[in-house]
């Protein structure tokens, strides 16, 4: 296969040289950047190949400032940006001037089919306004009892595992995987009112569909494919679809996948369609039913058609589940490393715990989680230090000129605070880099510290939807489901914290962030096992 592929490459390599000309006509040459290791590759090898996600970022912060230039395949240059301005230039400022570039949506296309995450422009703002009634506040509230149903069975599961085991590698437990089928449930429930029965164990397909679907289709990528995938932009729409049958790990990874969660999810569209149009499902909260009705409202030449119905619902399923449990992972193992900080929000948990059982209450309410500051602030910190989405891709659509907050050194030595793009120029905006800025975060940006975000924090240029972090991204294409995943993150650390202690295990596995679509943490030497994250896990309270 991948002599085909090479073959192919080669055959359209002089339109892309050609095109390559005609793109670059405003230069960033003078932007400076490591040397590139091949005129056929570029760096794309190496970054895609990282030994810890965010590694590059960092070094060449430190070397270049926060703006930078690599190499892409055919000699290509790609902008990098770390810089406060630029991203808010990019992300709040410029609309859909930016948009995903080819590759970016065909991936997206393959993987959700064509919802929310594969749209652009208008076609997006039509997708989201339909969308936004499913995600205010209020509505996300009334999420809280699925977050802590799912939560709590966790929980529960857990005790069972703990009560048989009598050393510390038998309390170990892989907390990836058990938060991956936690956040499915959860999302299962939310979006649909669909049982995924990943925490029972049920074989359930859509489970089975995703597990471990990051690892297996874009764990380190293959020079071919990266070749393969820089052609793309060239080719038409319909040689694009076509390339989702082809025989390649991703695309056979996707079919699979796709397949199954299509086949469930136009069935519950169906259903959920027929029960709201005949007035049955008017309580029903789940994101599904108020989308239905949103859509229903619309004008009809604006309404989501069935088959963009159906792609949102994979979005959902994928852009909610693996997510939140990554993010969650990273902290739950910030906190083994930390048990200072460890022991502070379980000693916070108590004390509002003890303020829901004086009032009579049985379990904790938003105002409750909101109170819980040292909570708060020690997932903002893991989201900062560990966004699972390491680097975000855009491409200019037109001409423009790029401002920075901090001047970076041209290679003639000349202080540059803008940097003017052509059309098609690809940009590479680091999240990771910006995330670990000491300039925004302080001189300590490199260790995790959630007390930086107990102190106020002024003059910040506004970046991200979240705690200014670009972890969720920003401005219009930002997360939709922000508030989402950190309610439902509240409600599952509090349970854990109140539940059980974690620590590192003895025998001290090695943890890589490695690049696989998301960054998630492998053992080292061990990337057979997949995704892990062992931790010794203790009950706290006995058993019940
Ligand atoms: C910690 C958890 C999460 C992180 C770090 C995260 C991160 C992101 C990022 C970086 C984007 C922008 C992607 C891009 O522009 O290429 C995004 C978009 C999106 N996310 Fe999340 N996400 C999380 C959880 C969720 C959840 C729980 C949901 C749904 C319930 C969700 C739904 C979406 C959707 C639908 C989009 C596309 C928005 C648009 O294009 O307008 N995400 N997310």
Redesign the pocket.
């Known amino acids: 296969m991948d002599q085909v592929l090479v073959a192919y490459v080669l055959f359209v390599a002089v339109a892309v040289v050609l095109t390559h000309r005609y793109v670059n006509r405003r230069s960033i040459r003078h932007i400076r950047g490591p040397p590139s290791p091949s005129w056929l590759y570029g760096h794309t090898i190496s970054q895609s190949h990282e030994d810890q996600v965010g590694d590059y970022d960092f070094a060449r912060i430190k070397e270049f400032g926060t703006a930078w230039r690599t190499k892409g395949c055919w000699g290509r240059d790609v902008l990098h940006l770390a810089d406060a301005k630029a991203l808010q230039h990019i992300f709040h400022k410029s609309g859909y001037h930016y948009p995903?570039p080819v590759e970016?949506r065909q991936l997206t296309r393959q993987i959700t089919g064509e919802?929310?995450?594969h749209?652009e422009g208008q076609d997006?703002a039509r997708?989201?306004k339909i969308?936004n009634p499913a995600f205010t506040a209020s509505q996300l509230r009334s999420f809280i009892p699925v977050f802590r149903r799912s939560a709590v069975k966790l929980s529960e599961k857990w005790k069972q595992i703990l009560q048989s085991a009598n050393s510390g590698s038998e309390r170990t437990i892989n907390v990836q995987s058990w938060l991956a089928r936690t956040t499915l449930d959860v999302?299962g429930e939310?979006?649909f009112d669909y049982d995924c029965g990943a925490l029972d164990d049920s074989k359930n397909e859509v489970m089975a569909a995703y597990h471990n679907m990051f690892a297996d289709s874009l764990l380190f990528t293959s020079g071919a494919t990266m070749l393969f995938r820089s052609t793309w932009k060239f080719l038409p729409e319909i040689v694009l679809r076509c390339i989702d049958y082809l025989p390649t790990r991703e695309s056979t990874r996707f079919r699979r996948t796709v397949k199954i969660i299509n086949r469930v999810s136009a069935e519950l569209v169906a259903e959920k369609t027929e029960s709201c149009l005949s007035g049955k499902a008017d309580n029903k909260k789940d994101?599904m039913s108020i989308l239905i009705k949103a859509n229903a409202s619309e004008d009809p030449r604006s309404r989501l058609n069935m088959k963009e119905m159906i792609a949102q619902m994979g979005?959902?399923l994928l852009?909610?589940?693996e997510?939140?449990a990554s993010?969650m992972t990273w902290l739950l193992w910030e906190l083994s490393k930390h048990p200072e900080w460890q022991d502070k929000l379980r000693e916070e948990i108590g004390c509002i715990r003890d303020r829901v059982t004086t009032r009579g209450d049985s379990d904790f309410s938003v105002a409750d989680y909101d109170a819980m500051a040292n909570v708060i602030a020690a997932m903002k910190e893991s989201?900062r230090f560990h966004?699972?989405?390491h680097m975000?891709v855009r491409v200019a659509e037109r001409e423009d000129v790029i401002p920075l907050s901090q001047p970076i050194v041209s290679t003639t030595g000349e202080l540059i605070s803008e940097i003017p793009v052509s059309k098609g120029q690809y940009i590479n905006a680091s999240?990771c880099g910006y995330n670990r800025l000491k300039e925004v975060w302080g001189d300590d940006a490199h260790e995790f510290n959630p007390a930086r975000f107990l102190e106020t924090k002024t003059g910040q240029i506004t970046v991200g939807v979240f705690a200014n972090l670009m972890?969720?991204?920003g401005g219009?294409?930002?997360?939709?489901?922000?508030r989402?995943?950190i309610l439902?993150?509240q409600a599952i650390l509090v349970e854990l914290l109140e539940n059980f202690k974690f620590a590192i295990p003895e025998d001290k596995p090695e943890i890589q962030r490695v690049p696989a679509g998301l960054m998630v943490p492998m053992i080292r030497n061990k990337m057979n096992l997949g995704v892990q994250m062992p931790l010794e896990v203790t009950a706290i309270s006995g058993f019940t």
């Not at 219009?476 to 922000?482: A, E, K």
């Open positions: 995903k970016s919802g929310i995450l749209a997006h997708h989201r969308m999302i939310a979006a994101i979005t959902f852009a909610g589940h997510t939140t993010s989201l966004g699972i989405v975000l999240v972890t969720f991204s219009l294409r930002g997360c939709i489901g922000w989402f995943s439902e993150m």
